[in-house]
């Protein structure tokens, strides 16, 4: 891909990977897409990380589904076909498109006929437009008829929007990521940017280079640590006993802005009541960070002119996720650090499009723009706006569905079919060995993605659709900027896009859709969305879109857009903040004699989740071939290993195999494997317990044991 090359065409376009939202533009010749160009945007200014840059080559990947195709007749969904191995000729068998989505549609409509509507569940994906994850909510909702639709948010930031929610009244982010230009200082949380978000790190890198503080809170010390004024590597699970030792320090120490508190907070005197007897002392002891050093951080960020909070996986997937975001929301309201430049609260989204598919709707408890199901307003107002009956029941979340899926014959809720378009559950859900087994006894499987991913050998039936790259749509990143991606390619051989396919099969469930105009009617599927979301995204028309990103909320026309929000008030019943205390919770799973080791998932640089696009981008494969377990010096040392070596990490639900790799910011007595890699999935071992409230699995903390295979 290197030096000047001759180019057919140029498309402009939004990055498939991060929530970061970089622009980009296609360099496309004979219909390939050969290079990837950063352009400007207002959160990447023409930069790109290694994956926007080098990792676009798996849409030409051999390994597309090209064709529909149906599962033989007689062949088991057996989980060791999964192993690689397997030709899928053994397994399916090519249909055109008219068999595939009649023998698609046809068992769906007969459970729900036999069985009722709950029978049935679906399951969206983050890595889709904002228009498909509408229309798929729209498909479950009103085809389907129950609220049974989730996507991959219940797996990441869940527990941050449950919070948010009840805190500040919104799930999105307050502030943008280049906004810590602003801040004097900067906590990041339970993140990996250089890794996960790696051009959004870079505005941090900068940020500190200027001047900004930089105070990392994390167990594992990354990259962005060596550019931190403060490293806090707090134990494991030990967030809460950090985070309210913090806010004890400010409390006693009257470092509140009072005025900030009295005209726009409540619940103010329950906080500061209850995080008296969190005294730094007391929390060292628990998180294992020095009183001083909780102190000193504590009076630096209450006393800073404007400091941003900004967090990832790692303080969402616990059980205590919720209450983990709640102290975060109370130390940036007790300190005033919010509805300004530079400060705020920013919960760093995963994928490309979770803020946007979460803010279409594909969550069970809510419609579009989070206004809940339950809620009988809202519930007639989209009775009507769709006009059919709909169920004003909250429906399950991922993991529910999974278990529901498993639930005996009599239980009345039993998920019996599912759709799953662009997801890959049979990676991605905790315990794997129960999620695999759930979706294998469904009695009719429809999966629409791009390969034949682990969940796909699970299907009845299988539809190819298109790459981000092969279709117009738009997405919506971590700064609530919406922005506009372009068609570039077209399709593999009879690949099909997936909104074509989303109302294909609702022709075939008697909904009687139209949207008629150019690439299956995107437009107008947006401009219905528009109407369902307004005012939030009120302003922001298809037209406006195509000539630039624009934030929101923003609700007419003459609207540039808001970046910052929260100024004078939140979007709460009464427009003030609801301060939740917390208290400590432990994990489901503690280490203990047989188990001695904690696992800590997560994601590298080279590689985006599951894997299933990454591990076939020829670059990215290359830099990160192989599986691997961190841990550091001293407990190679301690337990007579050498990186290298091939060791077994196994914990309760199952065993993996995979090299050790030495890295001194893993804490001892911890391993980090990150979850991409399908030949040792992490996720076989990690636990399904799930916080309360955001319903998200606990995937950063179990008990694993680690035993040596071969010498090196
Ligand atoms: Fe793509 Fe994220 Fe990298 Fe930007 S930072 S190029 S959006 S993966």
């Known amino acids: 891909h290197m030096g000047p090359q001759k180019v057919d065409r ?26 990837v160009k950063g352009r400007e945007g207002p959160a990447n200014e023409g930069r790109l990380c290694v994956k926007g840059r080098f990792g676009m080559d798996y849409i030409h990947s051999p390994d597309r589904i090209t064709q529909p195709l149906i599962r033989k007749e007689g062949v088991a969904k057996d989980l060791e076909l999964m192993d690689g191995h397997t030709d899928w000729r053994e397994v399916f068998r090519e249909a055109t498109w008219q068999e595939a989505l009649d023998l698609a549609t046809q068992p769906l409509n007969a459970l729900r006929h036999q069985h009722g509507p709950k029978s049935l569940a679906g399951f969206g994906s983050a890595k889709g437009s904002n228009e498909e994850a509408y229309l798929f909510q729209k498909l479950v909702r009103t085809g389907f008829g129950s609220n049974n639709v989730d996507h991959c948010t219940r797996l990441c930031h869940a527990s941050s929007v449950a919070a948010l929610l009840e ?25 990996n940017p250089t890794a996960n978000h790696p051009v959004a790190a870079t505005w941090m890198k900068n940020a500190a280079q200027r001047g900004t503080r930089i105070v990392l809170a994390d167990p594992r010390i990354t990259d962005i640590g060596r550019h931190a ?63 001083d050093t909780i102190r000193e951080v504590a009076r630096a960020y209450a006393s800073a002119k404007a400091a941003m909070i900004l967090w990832g996986m790692g303080v969402s997937q616990h059980v205590h996720g919720t209450d983990n975001v709640r102290c975060l929301i109370a130390l940036a309201s007790i300190t005033g650090q919010i509805g300004r430049p530079g ?82 559950p049979a990676m991605s859900d905790p315990d794997l060995n129960h999620a695999r087994h759930a979706l294998a006894s469904l009695q009719h ?5 791009i390969f034949l991913t682990e969940t796909a050998w699970l299907a009845d039936v299988l539809l190819p659709a298109s790459a981000w790259p092969e279709k117009t749509g738009t997405v919506s990143n971590t700064d609530r900027t919406v922005q506009m991606g372009r068609q570039a390619v077209l399709p593999p051989g009879d690949a099909k896009p997936d909104l074509w396919i989303i109302q294909q099969i609702a022709e075939r469930m008697g909904l009687n859709w139209l949207y008629a105009g150019e690439h299956d009617g995107v437009a107008e599927v947006y401009e219905e969305m528009r109407q369902a979301m307004a005012p939030t995204i009120g302003g922001i028309d298809w037209a406006r879109l195509n000539a630039g990103s624009v934030t929101y909320p923003c609700v007419n026309a003459e609207d540039p857009g808001q970046p910052i929000v929260f100024h004078d008030h939140f979007p709460t019943k009464d427009g003030r903040v609801w301060l939740v205390p917390a208290e400590l919770i432990s994990a489901a799973e503690r280490p203990d004699a047989d188990y001695p080791f904690v696992l800590i998932t997560g994601r590298q640089l080279e590689h985006w989740h599951t894997g299933s696009m990454t591990r076939r981008a020829t670059v990215l494969d290359a830099l990160e071939p192989a599986a691997t377990a961190s841990m550091c010096g001293a407990d190679l040392r301690r337990l007579g290993l050498q990186a290298g070596q091939t060791v077994r990490v196994a914990s309760r639900r199952g065993a993996i195999e995979l090299q050790l790799r030495c890295d001194e910011g893993t804490p001892v007595g911890t391993v980090f494997v990150p979850f991409a890699y399908v030949e040792a999935a992490a996720n076989e071992l990690t636990h399904a317990a799930l916080d309360p409230f955001g319903k998200i699995p606990e995937f950063k903390y179990c008990a694993v044991q680690i035993q040596a295979l071969t010498l090196t």
């Open 10 to 35: 140029q498309v402009d376009s939004v990055c498939p990977f991060c929530g970061v939202g970089c622009l980009v533009t296609y360099q496309v010749r004979d219909e390939k897409i050969i290079s």
């Open 167 to 191: 805190g500040v009244g919104s799930g999105a982010v307050s502030n943008p990521v280049r906004d810590v230009e602003h801040s004097d200082l900067i906590i990041v949380i339970g993140s």
């Open 229 to 291: 004024w403060r490293t806090l590597p707090f134990k494991a699970d030990t967030d809460v006993a950090l985070l309210n030792a913090m806010l004890h320090v400010i409390v006693t120490e009257n470092l509140c802005d009072e005025s900030f508190l009295r005209d726009r907070a409540d619940n103010v005197a329950e906080l500061k009541a209850h995080v008296q007897d969190y005294t730094p002392e007391a929390m060292s002891a628990v998180c294992g960070i020095p009183a």
């Open 343 to 424: 400060t705020g609260l920013h919960p760093l989204r995963g994928q490309n499009n979770v803020q946007g598919a979460s803010d279409a709707g594909l969550i069970p408890m809510m419609y579009p723009n989070y206004q809940r199901v339950s809620d009988k307003s809202a519930h007639d107002w989209f009775e009507k706006f769709w006009d059919t009956k709909l169920d004003d029941q909250p429906g399950y979340t991922v993991v529910e569905i999974m278990n529901k899926a498993l639930a005996p014959d009599t239980d009345p809720h039993k998920v019996r079919g599912m759709y799953i378009m662009g997801e890959n």
């Open 445 to 449: 499987l429809v999966v629409q993605d």
